[in-house]
């Protein structure tokens, strides 16, 4: 639940970090805390977005960490997540988009063609507002849109759609480079959705992966690749 309240211990065992750590932090305001009688108190809706915020710079040890603990508190077994939620129809190689509102829609359009979009507009809006926020264009030539928080009346169920533009598009990077790779995450709750954005991070961080996705020429060469990353991940 996004307005679960959370202690500094409770944080520690949720993020696989160190309580000092933690604590650290957060007495320098650099995760979202307010203090009540003395002790810090964390909105696990809070933690989530900043743990999102982070994915980019975090190295794989840290991400593995955050994805194992994310795992253990909401009860999950450490197991194939990502390339599942993909439909047969998931993956668009190419995907013929020239613009951000493009991709965006285009996503959306899949994943509606699957049977798995409930409220098409509304959908398409969070999704809008989550990039006018900060860009999800995270790694070069990477991006993973999705609304800020999870849509449960607009879906029929949690999914990852994934689409390959021919060219690079600009989407909002910070260092002004071209994406192709978009996969558009949306899901019904808090724990999946954190949990899926950590383990496709934690996949995405091999650069030889990232480049075999760039290179894929079909959706089976780009759904195996994900398949076999996304294994191996499993296996560390």
């Known amino acids: 639940m996004p307005r679960e309240q959370m202690t500094s211990q409770q944080v520690a065992a949720y993020l696989r970090m160190d309580l000092r750590e933690v604590e650290k932090l957060a007495a320098r305001g650099h995760i979202p805390c307010r203090k009540v009688g003395g002790a810090f108190v964390f909105l696990k809706g809070e933690v989530d977005h900043w743990v999102e915020q ?37 993956l668009a190689v190419p995907l013929e988009a ?15 063609e699957a049977g798995l979009v409930c409220v098409r507009e509304e959908l398409l809006e969070g999704i809008r507002r989550r990039e006018d926020l900060c860009s999800t264009s995270i790694l070069p030539g990477v991006a993973i849109p999705h609304p800020r928080h999870p849509v449960p009346y607009d879906i029929a169920a949690s999914f990852v759609v994934v689409g390959l533009t021919p060219n690079g598009i600009p989407f909002g990077a910070e ?37 075999a996705l760039l290179a894929a020429a079909s959706p089976e060469e780009l759904r195996t690749i994900l398949r076999q990353r996304e294994d191996a991940v499993l296996g560390m």
């Open 54 to 90: 982070q994915m980019p710079e975090l190295g794989p040890d840290r991400l593995t960490k955050i994805e194992k603990g994310v795992s253990a508190h909401h009860g999950f077994d450490h197991r194939e997540l990502v390339c599942p939620l993909i439909p047969e129809k998931g």
């Open 98 to 112: 020239r613009t951000r509102e493009s991709v965006i829609r285009s996503l959306v359009d899949l994943a509606d």
């Open 175 to 211: 260092d002004g480079s071209l994406t192709r790779l978009f996969f558009l995450i949306c899901c019904k709750d808090e724990r999946t959705h954190l949990h899926v954005l950590a383990r496709l991070a934690l996949m995405l961080h091999d650069q030889a992966t990232v480049d």
